[in-house]
């Protein structure tokens, strides 16, 4: 039997059954996306579907609500395709697996990809619902934002007619965002030349037991990056017994704070003893440095076979050196917003070729010039050790307004049903709603959803209860707008 008979929202839960059952990835969303083309056409509502994927839904509003300005409701159709790092499942053709205890739904062995998936899920369900009362509606399905926001970026807004919008793509319940960071991409490359590693012992470096998660939600958590903590005790090493690189690798998603790194290096015969001793002091080190906010850290490093080239000492020692200077984290935090991350970077995917290191950034900041200062430090530290940085997929920011109506009707909605009074806050996390705001003039938008835990992660679930709250909440704010 499936959860959706037996848990509210009925109808939304469906259709997240429905949108699970195809994979989703970020670059993967040919399948979903025609999914809701496939829903539109059933229910006789015009649609248009872009050469990202995008898809736009609208549907005329209810009676006496014809002539209404039209409201926008938006979510992506592409998720974080999270698994543990030895499971063999290839979410590109595996649909997910959902679980569900009655309280929270979750995935198998996966993420569960309920950022965004319970927007979507939400929307068709309000779109195949004729009993509710609502202004006209657009909703709006936008693709691969996880990975640089390239739906919303390359959507043609002109075919858009509202100017007032519910993006259902935030994560804590009774929290309104209202504005967000903007942020860019910094794709590093370091050139390296390689050499014979006659006469050495290999060793397989690995970083591990990270908790990781979103680098614009959890970055403020202190978490550790194993790339980074790769490159600090391999630096070290260098510095200690002149290793070589054979091979690195870590991270899979540039906005996801990396849990696992794996290097493969090459030591002198005679420092062996010493490097795993090392290696051991090391482990020591982490589990203290790290025993609050990643208590399952660790660095080991045990023998293995290699053959092939191995990076020259000098070279070996400028990328690791590279590595180990590049900051990562928070930088600097809001002096207006409490708690509120203002700049920060996060390494993420990285990769040693057979003529190159390449790894990237994801940068953020709520501030224009403070991004670009952040982008400028990372080129000139890249440059500085024989590298190139280039930018892509810069996003902008989502500035505050002051006046809202469509804001100000989330919250009264929120307390005639709740009681109580809803939390305006800002993310740092990167939004659409900023790329929208910047191709829709006069743009009123407010952000929320539902309990959702550790996203991106494994960890992944959405509170049910939540989820429905937060259904009916969007049901209660379509029949109060005008």
Not at 102 to 130: C, H, M, Q, R, V
Request: aromatic residues 8%; charged residues 25%; negative net charge.
């Amino acid at each position: 039997m499936k959860f959706s008979s037996l848990y509210e929202p009925k109808k939304m839960l469906e259709f997240f059954e429905l949108l699970s059952s195809v994979p989703h990835g970020s670059g993967n969303t040919k399948q979903i996306s025609d999914l809701c083309v496939r829903f539109a056409k059933e229910r006789g509502l015009s649609y248009v579907q872009d050469e990202w994927n995008n898809v736009i839904i609208r549907k005329p509003g209810s009676k006496g609500k014809e002539g209404l300005e039209p409201v926008i409701l938006q979510g992506h159709l592409d998720m974080v395709c999270a698994k543990l790092p030895d499971d063999p499942v290839d979410m590109s053709v595996t649909p997910v697996k959902l679980c569900c205890d009655g309280t929270w739904l979750y995935a198998e062995t996966t993420s569960l990809g309920g950022d965004n998936i319970f927007a979507i899920a939400s929307i068709l369900a309000i779109l195949d619902d004729d009993t509710l009362s609502h202004p006209p509606i657009e909703a709006l399905f936008t693709t691969d934002e996880e990975t640089g926001m390239y739906g919303a970026n390359g959507l043609d807004a002109s075919n858009l007619k509202g100017k007032r919008m519910l993006n259902l793509d935030s994560e804590e319940e009774g929290v309104f965002t209202v504005s967000c960071a903007g942020g860019v991409r910094a794709d590093c490359r370091i050139p390296v030349t390689r050499e014979s590693p006659d006469g050495s012992a290999f060793y397989l470096v690995t970083v591990g037991g990270l908790l990781g998660g979103h680098s614009g939600m959890e970055i403020v958590k202190e978490r550790g990056n194993s790339n980074k903590i790769a490159g600090r005790a391999l630096y070290e090493a260098a510095k200690r017994f002149g290793i070589r690189l054979c091979g690195m690798s870590g991270g899979k998603f540039d906005n996801v704070i990396t849990m696992k790194t794996e290097a493969v290096v090459a030591v002198g015969m005679s420092e062996a003893a010493e490097f795993e001793e090392f290696i051991g002091n090391f482990d020591k080190i982490l589990k203290n440095e790290y025993s609050s906010s990643d208590p399952g850290v660790y660095i080991t490093a045990e023998k293995t076979k290699y053959e092939g080239g191995a990076v020259n000492a000098a070279d070996t020692e400028r990328v690791l050196g590279c590595l180990f200077v590049l900051p990562q984290g928070v930088q600097s935090m809001s002096v207006e917003i409490p708690d509120l991350p203002e700049t920060s970077l996060n390494m993420g995917v990285l990769k040693l070729g057979e003529t190159e290191l390449k790894f990237g950034f994801s940068i953020r900041s709520s501030v224009r010039t403070r991004k670009e200062e952040l982008y400028n430090k990372v080129e000139t530290i890249v440059k500085l050790c024989g590298g190139a940085v280039s930018p892509r997929n810069s996003y902008p920011e989502w500035a505050y307004k002051k006046h809202s109506p469509v804001r100000e009707t989330a919250l009264e909605a929120y307390k005639e049903l709740y009681g109580k009074e809803a939390v305006i806050s800002a993310t740092h996390g990167g939004l659409e709603c900023g790329l929208f705001a910047d191709k829709i003039k006069d743009l009123d938008c407010v952000s929320f959803g539902p309990e959702l835990c550790d996203v991106h992660s494994v960890r992944e679930r959405l509170n049910l209860p939540s989820a429905k709250r937060i259904y009916d909440l969007v049901c209660l704010i379509l029949a109060k707008l005008n």
